[in-house]
C-alpha cells in the first residue's frame, strides 16, 4: 500500500516562534563567541544583531516549504522515498532495531521513528519517518512493533 504524506501545516505565529528562537540563539552564541575569541569594536552589536536576522530569516523561508514524501508498505519492507533527501530509507520485517514514537514539539510533529540501523547511522542517514497525522499511525505502528519481536 502506498501512502503520500504531507507534513504539517505550520501556523504563521509558529513560524515567527521558530524563527524568533532561532534569532535569540543566534544572537547570543555570536556573543558568547565574541567575548571569548575576539577584541571588542564600535560595530559588533549591529553586525551580530545583521547576523542573527539573516539566520532566523533563512530559517523562516526553508522551514515554511511544505515536506512531501511517500510511505510504501508491504508484508516485508516499509519503505520511504522523497521528502529532503533524495535517498530511499526502508525496514524489513525482522530487522528493526529502532522503533521510537516521539511526542511533537515546536520544531517537529509527532511521530514514529524506524531504522535498521545503529545510531550513528541513524543519524547521519536517516530514518523512516511516519507521521502520528496519518491515519493509519497505529496499525503501521502494531505492524512495526510485531516486526521488531521477529528478529
Do not use: C
Amino acid at each position: 500500500m502506498l501512502y503520500h504524506i504531507k507534513t504539517e501545516q505550520v501556523s504563521l505565529a509558529k513560524q515567527i516562534t521558530r524563527s524568533g528562537i532561532i534569532f535569540v540563539l543566534t544572537f547570543l552564541g555570536s556573543l558568547l563567541i565574541r567575548r571569548l575569541w575576539f577584541a571588542q569594536s564600535a560595530w559588533t552589536l549591529w553586525e551580530k544583531l545583521f547576523d542573527a536576522l539573516v539566520a532566523a530569516g533563512a530559517f523562516f523561508v526553508f522551514d515554511s516549504r511544505r515536506r512531501e514524501y511517500e510511505i510504501e508498505v508491504t508484508d516485508e519492507v516499509i519503505s520511504m522515498r522523497g521528502g529532503l533527501l533524495l535517498a530511499a530509507h526502508k525496514v524489513r520485517r525482522g530487522r528493526i532495531h529502532f522503533l521510537r514514537e516521539l511526542h511533537g514539539n515546536i520544531f517537529r510533529e509527532p511521530a514514529l521513528r524506524l531504522s535498521e540501523h545503529g545510531p550513528i547511522h541513524r543519524f547521519l542517514l536517516g530514518f523512516v519517518w511516519v507521521p502520528k497525522s496519518m491515519p493509519q499511525y497505529e496499525e503501521l505502528k502494531s505492524k512495526a512493533m510485531s516486526w521488531m519481536d521477529i528478529g
